[in-house]
């Protein structure tokens, strides 16, 4: 098993965070700019594990119920990544996607790097995809084609701004 690693941004001063109600709104938001252009995607995949929350919320908004993920690593602490990103197991079901209408989502665009690998994957199987994030950055190799705000600083999400839990931490439940 894999241990999911919290990258810790207590100590950084210029950071955006990002709130639960806020989130709501971005959601909404980058939805109104997807359903406003004449992309109609037929499946989402959300890129994991930061842009699964985001999927989650843009599968509700736009009325999209084939869903999927693939799971791609990258980030190994605040603003330290591998050198290149590695597509993990379980791996997207690529058969199924030719021809098809794909929205592809993540929670930011950093270096466009994972995006990059996602769009590249999805598009030499035959699909037609573009990508929607929360946040773009200047820096990115990737344009994304829907982004609800461009930042340059690190971004806090809602989903992660804690570190995980442990048992230890867990109260066990009273009769």
């Known amino acids: 098993m894999t241990i999911a690693h919290h990258a810790d941004s207590s100590t950084l001063t210029d950071k955006e965070v990002l709130t639960w109600d806020g989130f709501g709104d971005a959601v909404r938001e980058l939805a109104t700019l997807v359903a406003d252009s004449s992309f109609r995607p037929e499946i989402l995949v959300a890129v994991a594990r930061g842009g699964l929350i985001p999927g989650g919320g843009l599968s509700y908004a736009l009325g999209i119920k084939l869903t999927d993920a ?11 990544t591998l050198p290149d990103p590695v597509l993990l197991a ?69 989903w992660s701004a804690q570190p995980p839990v442990s048992g230890a931490q867990v109260a066990p439940a009273e009769d």
């Open 90 to 158: 379980p791996h997207l079901d690529t058969e199924s996607i030719k021809g098809r209408r794909i929205l592809v989502v993540d929670d930011v665009a950093d270096s466009g790097r994972t995006l990059a690998l996602v769009l590249d994957l999805l598009q030499q199987h035959g699909a037609e995809a573009r990508s929607a994030v929360l946040y773009g950055k200047p820096r990115s190799i990737v344009a994304p084609d829907y982004v609800w705000r461009e930042t340059d600083r690190w971004i806090v999400f809602p």
């Open 70 to 80: 693939i799971n791609v690593e990258f980030y190994t602490d605040v603003e330290e």
